[in-house]
């Protein structure tokens, strides 16, 4: 992914500071755009080249087009003393999740464990953003959402389920926290639009498409999902002989989850179109549940007790041929005190939708050394 | 498996009855020998033969052994309102889980959400019981216990982490909950000892031998694992291009909320062998999270809403030669619906132990039309 002709890097700052313009530019308040440009920074610093900053003109275009509004008003719904449900009312998927996630950690402060379910909201960034605010209070973090529909059910080739990431983050005494992010398919549409944007083929297995074949240009695979005609797998592939109904189910659990406590769209509903083509609200739902491990004994205890358990995974006899076993979180610590010195990686396609942001949203003050056109075609169809 | 010459069905009450009498005789307090009785009789209920009467002898082992203690004194060594963590000292798994998990669903139903982890325990039986118990009461039940060590880090081929479940219920419309409850390994021990029963080989990719190669040999696996030369792969296979990393971290958070709240063991502490190869007390540690639906909506819509989304999985496009898209717990239904008229059956090998345990119990009242031999050598082992 690192081809030099491919990319330009961008120093953190620099490129937090540009997107945070943009959604102030497209209408986000000040202080949510400090957000919103965190969640998205976040994900370039953790080596998720899918959901960070390649992200940001489909946000622009979003607010843009009237689909999601750049203020976001969260409302209460409904209190209990662990839970609450809030409406995002069509705001910013990134600053009603982060103030849902707080609530839910400030509820596990109080009860022992808490929980936020948010709807009406739209897509929030890497779902690991709201777990690593739950460890960095010292809290165990649990937070999903559903999404376009992407994976097929099990025995079906029809996009149902959205990735729908179950994911997962604890406090450690290592230099980092455990953090598991990911979705509950194989893999993501956002790694097969990076793919699609290096003009890689997907991987065997990874998508279906109507007749149950296996799909592999990623092009075509972007293109058709939003017409339906093909679908990612979930974890565990086709059939159930690997286990591709338990990737089914977890998807499935956290669809429920996300929708179906409040009146948040589901499954197809979440594609963001209606039946002539119009773009119209997602209305997504999001869950998040903290837990204070301090509510079952001491914090220091648990910390160093889950380091050893990683240490001691991490200290497994490897496979031959393997050099390293890793702990969920360690390549994001990794990738991020290598992009701390080289700065961020841009791809072209970034690069073109970056220019025509500034020049839309008029930023002058940014002066982008990229050599690409900024009206050439965006192959991933935004 | 439903060959006749294997198998002889016995009806669900008389299994009943047998399997709670053996409890009291080892010395089970006949209340917690019903609740030990019923979560193997729900296995059994529900189809799921690797965990049902075909584990009874393994718990009259345990305990005849002194492993385990068939007198299940619970304490509570910390509360909140939110929470629970309780000790087992080392008695029936099933009996401290079935009440860790009512306190949580109490704590539930009035902070909307409650949890309960349960130390010093052994092994609990289906995890969908608990689960169940949970959408009986109108809640969503998660639960997870962590077990001997079957699952290989991604990278590594040495069995480290249980085979871990991460088990989901929530109440529907339907005739029946969504009941999602399996490993976070492709498949599991219990499933590999029942082909090992049938004289089957188990499926490539299911488990990975000390060179990194796939073994099928399910007899050499089930004693192959037990000296940790033989790892099951978790959900998503071996490496990371299939999401092999996947499963691997779903596995690792089931033992971190297991073991690293509470003074359980973790990991290759959960054998249940010291280095000498005596037994010793598995200390396995479980959790149990509840929610109230109620704290959200109302529970009908969130019933009906389920029950949408569950209609529209099982009506999605099939993938061509697929009759039929089940949703979690369904097969499990129909397993049950089976098997009231046909009652349950009883494998050659478990009838063997059937008669050893009558036999040493002394329980005349049974006349078991078994024709095997109860002292031919158990290939699983026990």
Redesign the interface.
Known sequence: MNDSNEYVYLDIKTLFNFMKDVFIAAGVPEADADICADVLIESDKRGIDSHGCARLYMYYMRIKRKQQLPVTKLTIV?E????I?LNANNGMGQVASKKAMQIAIDK?K??????A?VENSNHFGIAGYYVLMATKQDC?GMCGTNARPSI???????P??GTNP?T?G?PTDWDFP?I?D?ATS??QRGKIETYARLGKDA?K?WV?D???NAATDSKQIITDMLKLKTALTP????GE???G???Y??A??V???S????QAN???ACLGLDKNGNFVPYNLGHFF?A???A???EIDA?KK??G???R??AG???????S?????GEKEYLAYQERKRTGIPISRVTQRQFLKMQRELNLVQYDFAFDVDPDEEDVTGW
Chains 1, 2 share one sequence.
């Open positions: 409904k209990t003393p662990g839970t449900r596990a109080k009860n022992g464990i808490g929980m379910i165990i097929a059910p099990t025995w079906s080739v029809e149902m389920l179950f997962f604890v455990w598991a990911h194989i893999t991987v297995g279906i109507e007749n149950g974890l565990g592939g086709i002989e690997l286990g109904h338990k990737g189910n977890y499935t659990f669809e429920i989850m929708a179906c406590l409040s589901m499954l197809q549940i837990i204070d491990p509510a079952f004994c648990f007790k889950t050893d358990l990683l001691q995974l497994a006899k490897k496979q031959p041929g393997a390293h076993i890793y702990v969920a």
